[in-house]
């Protein structure tokens, strides 16, 4: 598991109409897009969690060309992403985190689909867990996930922010 290499990690801030976001992006990709208005500490947090070795580095430039698709998204311009992400996770995070890819723009599945997609139907709260580890949130969108009874459920970035984001898919 690379989550304990020595990697510099580019972040920024992204500011668009009331949204204020910290996303991060290694040599590999997208590695990290935090909650609504959360400020750098959480971004800090989740590094010193989840890759204790990285250095982070305020660079605008580096990430550059993230900023621009996830601001167009926000701006109700992009309803896909073509971005590389760089996710560290379990074989079964990894095939949670696959599957939430696949969910359409302007659509919801529920957490019970997401488990029978991975062929693991009994594993509905792991599949929660999962979702809930989700570093990349908007990009792989955990956001589109809901209860079996169409209720909003736990989100990273909180259920305003699930709730805002699905709203921009709905227009």
Not at 110 to 139: C, F, H, M, W
Request: charged share 25%; glycine share 10%.
């Amino acid at each position: 598991m690379r989550y304990n290499e020595e990697q510099t990690i580019f972040y920024g801030l992204i500011n668009v109409d009331d949204w204020s976001i910290y996303l991060a992006v290694s040599e590999e990709g997208l590695c990290y897009v935090g909650s609504q208005g959360a400020g750098i500490k959480e971004m800090e947090a989740w590094f010193e969690k989840n890759r204790p070795k990285a250095s982070l580095v305020d660079d605008s430039d580096k990430i550059s060309i993230y900023t621009d698709q996830l601001v167009d998204y926000l701006n109700g311009d992009r309803k896909a992403f073509n971005l590389p992400v760089d996710l560290i996770g379990t074989t079964f995070q990894d095939a949670v985190w696959k599957s939430l890819q696949n969910i359409p723009f302007g659509e919801t599945v529920t957490y019970t689909d997401i488990a029978e997609q991975i062929g693991k139907p009994k594993s509905v709260r792991a599949v929660g867990t999962a979702i809930g580890a989700n570093p990349v949130l908007i990009v792989v969108p955990c956001h589109r996930v809901i209860s079996k009874g169409g209720k909003m459920a736990g989100y990273r970035g909180g259920i305003p922010m699930k709730e805002k984001l699905l709203g921009l898919e709905s227009k």
